[in-house]
């Protein structure tokens, strides 16, 4: 099944784009230096994972314990 189709398989695809798309800014900042275009939504995130990195972890947390225990 395709993580479109899936709730959980979205959320989790999402989840790990964010944080894909942050650690990759923070170690190579002029790879995602463009705010618009196909890069821009990788740009953008980034800046949701910076901005929102406490909320982030604990999605990434609870996602990853939902997945090995359900």
Same mark, same amino acid.
Not at 1 to 5: E, R, Y
Not at 7 to 23: A, D, P
Not at 52 to 59: A, D, E, H, I, M
Not at 61 to 70: A, E, N, R, S, V
């Given at each position: 099944? +395709?993580?479109?189709?899936n #709730?959980?398989? !979205?959320?989790?695809?999402?989840?790990?784009?964010?944080?894909?798309?942050?650690?990759i800014?923070?170690?190579?900042?002029?790879?995602? +230096?463009?705010?618009?275009? #196909?890069?821009? !939504?990788?740009?953008?995130?980034?800046?949701?994972?910076e901005?929102?990195?406490?909320?982030?972890?604990?999605?990434c947390?609870?996602?990853?314990?939902?997945?090995? #225990?359900?």
């Open positions: 099944m +395709s993580a479109l189709f #709730f959980q398989s !979205f959320l989790t695809v999402v989840l790990l784009l964010i944080c894909t798309c942050t650690y800014k923070l170690q190579f900042q002029t790879v995602l +230096s463009r705010k618009t275009g #196909f890069r821009g !939504f990788f740009w953008k995130a980034a800046r949701i994972g901005r929102l990195s406490p909320w982030v972890g604990v999605s947390l609870l996602m990853g314990l939902y997945i090995m #225990f359900f």
